[in-house]
């Protein structure tokens, strides 16, 4: 049960080169410094008092995900899609067969103050683990639920976790309460990439079932194979590093936690939210330890943003391909925080369309901000976007609003309450504009096709040319032997240029006057 290892997906970073090591002792205090530093993904061999093998920020970026699919990221989309559209099962393994109970902690010895907690961002709360996916199973239903879920150290046993947002996990929860009920939960701590994305899902709004560890299975594109907790019974992927089995009480006690940075860079405030209570602790053998870099500055080279964009993009995909809209491509840029920008690039067949790709992500997917670019720009690539922006925009023209959305709970410039208004920037050249070498992107020229005439004479007896495009007729690797002959046939006086710069050979009738 390696081959969807958090280990093994590390060293293959390594191997691409993606990978910071440290093999010197570092103190817990440093951790985040130096993760929030690097734009590589983080390795320490001997973290905290404990010598600890930590990794940080395995998905902090467009190249280790595609690694995690094995593919270039601008096929990710298309292969996601796929995925999701073939499910897997899940195969229930025995303890005594999965790898994270190789080492099984209960009692007293299940110390959370043993694990690599550290403060993460400098106004934290306190120390954190960043890396929880949480398990549960909805008593009502039978059916699994996952997401993903910091965790604020409290105690040797306990833990602060966040319930605030909306969420399923919050849902169960407050059911419990009323029912007077305890409720089990799992987090998983050292986990694939690919199980982060399928943890975050529902948020993208890509909620395609209501079992959601088949999820896992089925982005992983094969069967999942899960063990039974030891003290809780929740299911979770018997090929993780680490889990942290426990309950929520069925009374409801809470406590403040956080404040805490948040995917768009800046902080949450604190929240009152329940109290967890650490039942075991089970782990492989030689178990990697796990951290997310979430917030910061950088938002690029956090984890969160980026699993966030890729199923952002997937999310625009489908709303677009559900309006009868196929766009040549998609990004949501890491630097926004998961689903506040999109970029789209299509091919104009008829006036309107960018409006119509503005419509359909205003109304079938959560975006803020829309943004439409012709086919020859790169929507990955911020300069060329910028550039459409200045010389393809025009305010007065190319804006659409739409109000009355609910906003993303963590947008740091709504206050509860508000409603968000939706804009879309249409950077796409109009339709039908004069086809004027005005209107062109002056490139760099490309010469490689064979010599086809053997003077300048008889290249523009063949057709007006420009300048490049007679060097290239010629043969020319220099230029200047053409521009003497140019010169020559301008003496003769049969020389001549078009409105749109050619070279050309005047005709009969214009040499005769």
Not at 45 to 66: H, I, M, N, S, W
Not at 71 to 100: F, G, K
Not at 127 to 146: A, C, W
Not at 366 to 387: G, L, T
Request: hydrophobic share 40%.
């Amino acid at each position: 049960m390696n081959k969807f290892r958090l280990r093994s997906f590390v060293e293959r970073l390594i191997e691409l080169g993606e990978v910071e090591i440290h093999e010197e002792p570092v103190p817990l205090s440093d951790l985040s410094q130096i993760i929030e530093a690097s734009p590589k993904a983080t390795l320490f061999r001997k973290a905290g008092p404990e010598q600890t093998e930590v990794v940080a920020a395995v998905c902090g970026g467009r190249r280790r995900l595609a690694a995690a699919f094995g593919m270039d990221y601008r096929d990710l989309p298309h292969e996601y899609m796929r995925r999701m559209d073939n499910p897997q099962p899940t195969v229930e393994v025995p303890s005594s067969e999965a790898p994270v109970h190789e080492v099984v902690l209960t009692g007293e010895d299940a110390d959370l103050t043993k694990l690599p907690f550290h403060v993460q961002h400098e106004f934290d709360g306190g120390p954190y683990i960043s890396s929880g996916i949480d398990y549960t199973v909805d008593p009502e239903t039978g059916r699994t639920n996952v997401g993903c879920r910091r965790l604020m150290l409290r105690g040797r046993h306990e833990m602060r976790s966040n319930l605030t947002a909306n969420s399923d996990l919050k849902r169960i929860y407050l059911k419990c309460l009323e029912r007077g009920q305890r409720l089990s939960v799992s987090f998983v701590i050292g986990s694939h990439p690919i199980n982060y994305l399928a943890a975050g899902l529902h948020r993208a709004g890509l909620h395609l079932s209501d079992d959601e560890i088949g999820l896992v299975a089925t982005l992983r594109g094969e069967p999942l194979p899960v063990v039974r907790g030891v003290t809780n019974n929740v299911p979770v992927p018997a090929d993780a590093e680490m889990v942290i089995e426990g309950y929520f009480d069925e009374l409801g006690y809470r406590e403040l936690e956080g404040p805490y940075g948040e995917g768009y860079g800046y902080y949450g405030s604190m929240h009152i939210d329940p109290v967890f209570h650490v039942t075991a602790i089970t782990k492989r053998k030689d178990a990697l330890f796990q951290s997310l870099l979430h917030s910061g500055r950088y938002l690029s080279r956090a984890d969160s943003p980026n699993n966030g964009a890729l199923n952002a993009e997937v999310a625009a995909w489908k709303a677009l391909r559900a309006a009868g809209i196929e766009p040549v491509a998609v990004c949501a840029p890491t630097t926004t925080g998961r689903q506040q920008h999109v970029r789209v690039a299509i091919t104009q067949r008829a006036p309107g369309q960018a409006g119509l790709v503005i419509s359909a992500l205003f109304t079938g997917a959560r975006f803020k901000h829309v943004f439409v670019v012709d086919d020859d720009i790169d929507v990955f690539s911020d300069e060329q976007m910028e550039w459409a922006m200045a010389t393809r925009f025009r305010a007065e023209r190319d804006i659409m609003t739409q109000g009355g959305f609910p906003p993303h709970y963590m947008d740091p410039t709504m206050a509860e309450g508000d409603v968000m208004t939706k804009a879309g920037f249409d950077l796409t050249v109009p339709f039908g504009r004069p086809d004027l070498i005005d209107n062109w992107v002056a490139e760099a020229p490309r010469f490689g096709r064979p010599q086809r005439f053997r003077t300048v004479r008889e290249a523009l007896a063949s057709a007006p040319m420009y300048f490049a495009h007679l060097m290239e007729a010629v043969g020319s690797r220099d230029g200047r032997e053409v521009a003497l002959e140019l010169d020559r046939l301008r003496e003769e006086g049969i020389l001549t240029r078009l409105e749109n710069g050619e070279w050309t050979l005047k005709s009969d009738k214009e040499t005769k006057s």
